[in-house]
Nanobody
Framework: QVHLVESGGGLVQAGGSLRLSCGASGTPFTVGTMDWFRQAPGKQRALVATITDYGNTNYADSVKGRFTISRDNAKNTMYLQMNSLKPDDTAVYYC?????????WGRGTLVTVSS
């Protein structure tokens, strides 16, 4: 059983930055592909960024050039550096990890960007 915990959310002004972390515990294995999703009020959960265990990355068009996903396999931890934040980035951010045929989700961390 993999347990994911996100941290780093908070309130920031437009144009500011935040760094989210997602730590995976409960397994001796390095998790596979990891993702960040977000869910804004009244909207469906949407994929923000993906990183494979080899470090290949992919981003939603809305965050390209502003967000950077990274990971530390030794720590089973993933990060999301968010720069030039906009009010539209306000959402609960969730991490997801894939391991041995199963997806695991964290509980989320709230990011609020004020204008």
């Amino acid at each position: 059983q993999v347990h994911l915990v996100e941290s780093g959310g908070g309130l920031v002004q437009a144009g500011g930055s935040l760094r989210l972390s997602c730590g995976a515990s409960g397994t001796p294995f390095t998790v596979g592909t990891m993702d960040w999703f977000r869910q804004a009020p009244g909207k469906q959960r949407a994929l923000v960024a993906t990183i494979t265990d080899y470090g290949n990355t992919n981003y939603a068009d809305s965050v390209k050039g502003r967000f950077t996903i990274s990971r530390d396999n030794a720590k089973n931890t993933m990060y999301l550096q968010m720069n030039s934040l906009k009010p539209d980035d306000t959402a609960v951010y969730y991490c997801r990890a894939f391991l041995r045929g199963t997806y695991y989700w964290g509980r989320g961390t709230l990011v609020t960007v004020s204008s």
